[in-house]
């Protein structure tokens, strides 16, 4: 084993000789030759150094090239990072100019209900529609109470948003409510409130005016709202506009509505109204708000007042002494457009009184007998149109 090792010791010194031998180097200059001798150690201490230098300028160049390759992905990242920024903030511009919209939004629907209300009601506060509500903060409650599931900033917003939604839902099913009332107080004149309406939409017209608010605004809630609100507004008018007070003060009737003997000949005749019977001079008055569209004489009736109340409704007030009222006046209920006389054909001093319809005479008594129930509601109705009058 020693000898082995000595073998292997022999052979590398052999190897590390024919790899690194003694040198020498002659140089001759000007006549003269130098001798110059390189040693192992030196060779060895010359190649040590080379490979160190290789080593270290190798090392340098990985290093910056590792650097280089650092650099490279720190830009990349601060470029990801920075249109990551770029795009949040592209989300938070976009996410403010929806809560500017949705504000917008809200604003002009409070601004379609505020002026609906005003229109209809004459209210113009935060209040606007307790009296048909009967509210008490309740639903303010309930929107407070919402799950929201969005960003703080926008919460108030969205409790904004429902509780107009609200609103508008139960308003609309107050307004609905109150409509009915007024249509059940037209069915009890033997009229049809449906028919009215759809005689009164077929006469419409105007100049094109665009909506210059925004269509987004009317959601659903709303548009039914303005519908319901449309609705009680034509037939509170038209309630309004049927002819239940009384033409003179006159308590009783010489003639009833329907068949009777003609005072004249005693042949049987159909009277196409009632007679109040008077003295001279009497006052006529509107039996309901309306526009007078006839003052002279008819044949037979003598001197005559006639007032349009819309929906086709016309009264006729006949054998008048004078007149106090001239074509295109606007009446209304109870206010004195004539005289009681005896013109025309006529036995002596009366008041006959007529309502027709669409031009066919109808029974004046069921005008004239009207429930209390459904003279309260012509006086709701009255009220609520002076209030609305009054606030311009």
Same mark, same amino acid.
């Given at each position: 084993?020693?000898?082995?090792?000595?073998?292997?010791?022999?052979?590398?010194?052999?190897?590390?000789?024919?790899?690194?031998?003694?040198?020498?180097?002659?140089?001759?200059?000007?006549?003269?030759?130098?001798?110059?001798?390189?040693?192992?150690?030196?060779?060895?201490?010359?190649?040590?150094?080379?490979?160190?230098?290789?080593?270290?300028?190798?090392?340098?160049?990985?290093?910056?090239?590792?650097?280089?390759?650092?650099?490279? #992905?720190? +830009?990349? %990242? /601060?470029?990801?990072? !920075?249109?990551?920024?770029?795009? @949040?903030?592209?989300?938070? *511009?976009?996410? &403010?100019?929806?809560?500017?919209?949705?504000?917008?939004?809200?604003?002009?629907?409070?601004?379609?209900?505020?002026?609906?209300?005003?229109?209809?009601?004459?209210?113009?506060?935060?209040?606007?529609?307790?009296?048909?509500?009967?509210?008490?903060?309740?639903?303010?409650?309930?929107?407070?109470?919402?799950?929201?599931?969005?960003?703080?900033?926008?919460?108030?917003?969205?409790?904004?948003?429902?509780? #107009?939604? +609200?609103? %508008? /839902?139960?308003?609309? !099913?107050?307004?609905?409510?109150? @409509?009915?009332?007024?249509? *059940?107080?037209? &069915?009890?004149?033997?009229?049809?409130?449906?028919?009215?309406?759809?005689?009164?939409?077929?006469?419409?017209?105007?100049?094109?005016?665009?909506?210059?608010?925004?269509?987004?605004?009317?959601?659903?809630?709303?548009?039914?709202?303005?519908?319901?609100?449309?609705?009680?507004?034509?037939?509170?008018?038209?309630?309004?506009?049927?002819?239940?007070?009384?033409?003179?003060?006159?308590?009783?009737?010489?003639?009833?509505?329907?068949?009777?003997?003609?005072?004249?000949?005693?042949?049987?005749?159909?009277?196409?109204?009632?007679?109040?019977?008077?003295?001279?001079?009497?006052?006529?008055?509107?039996?309901?708000?309306?526009?007078?569209?006839?003052?002279?004489?008819?044949?037979?009736?003598?001197?005559?007042?006639?007032?349009?109340?819309?929906?086709?409704?016309?009264?006729?007030?006949?054998?008048?002494?004078?007149?106090?009222?001239?074509?295109?006046?606007?009446?209304?209920?109870?206010?004195?457009?004539?005289?009681?006389?005896?013109?025309?054909?006529?036995?002596?001093?009366?008041?006959?009184?007529?309502?027709?319809?669409?031009?066919?005479?109808?029974?004046?008594?069921?005008?004239?007998?009207?429930?209390?129930?459904?003279?309260?509601?012509?006086?709701?109705?009255?009220?609520?149109?002076?209030?609305?009058?009054?606030?311009?």
């Amino acid at each position: 084993m020693l000898q082995l090792n000595s073998q292997r010791a022999v052979a590398l010194r052999a190897w590390w000789n024919a790899l690194c031998p003694e040198r020498e180097i002659f140089l001759r200059s000007g006549g003269q030759v130098k001798f110059l001798r390189i040693s192992r150690r030196a060779q060895l201490w010359t190649l040590g150094g080379t490979a160190a230098l290789l080593l270290g300028w190798g090392g340098v160049t990985a290093a910056m090239a590792i650097d280089g390759m650092a650099l490279k #992905q720190e +830009r990349a %990242a /601060l470029a990801a990072k !920075g249109q990551s920024v770029a795009k @949040a903030a592209g989300k938070v *511009a976009d996410y &403010r100019k929806s809560v500017d919209q949705l504000a917008q939004d809200l604003e002009a629907r409070q601004d379609f209900m505020d002026e609906l209300y005003r229109a209809h009601f004459g209210g113009d506060d935060d209040k606007a529609g307790e009296d048909l509500l009967g509210t008490d903060g309740q639903d303010e409650k309930a929107a407070q109470q919402t799950k929201i599931s969005i960003a703080p900033e926008a919460a108030p917003l969205m409790r904004l948003q429902d509780r #107009q939604r +609200r609103f %508008a /839902l139960l308003l609309t !099913g107050a307004v609905e409510r109150r @409509a009915e009332r007024a249509a *059940a107080a037209i &069915r009890s004149f033997g009229l049809d409130p449906d028919k009215l309406a759809r005689n009164a939409a077929r006469a419409q017209g105007g100049p094109f005016v665009p909506w210059n608010g925004d269509e987004k605004a009317l959601t659903g809630e709303l548009e039914e709202l303005a519908d319901a609100m449309a609705r009680m507004e034509f037939l509170e008018r038209s309630l309004l506009s049927i002819p239940s007070g009384q033409p003179t003060s006159t308590p009783m009737l010489s003639s009833s509505y329907g068949y009777r003997r003609d005072p004249f000949n005693g042949h049987a005749a159909f009277h196409a109204g009632l007679d109040f019977p008077g003295h001279r001079g009497q006052p006529i008055n509107a039996a309901a708000d309306g526009k007078v569209s006839f003052v002279g004489q008819r044949s037979g009736y003598g001197n005559v007042v006639e007032v349009t109340h819309g929906n086709g409704i016309m009264t006729r007030y006949a054998h008048l002494s004078g007149f106090a009222a001239h074509i295109g006046d606007k009446v209304a209920r109870g206010a004195t457009i004539g005289r009681m006389g005896s013109t025309g054909r006529s036995t002596g001093p009366h008041l006959h009184f007529e309502v027709r319809l669409n031009g066919q005479a109808i029974n004046p008594r069921r005008f004239l007998e009207a429930r209390k129930d459904v003279l309260q509601v012509q006086q709701i109705a009255k009220a609520r149109f002076a209030d609305v009058g009054n606030r311009g």
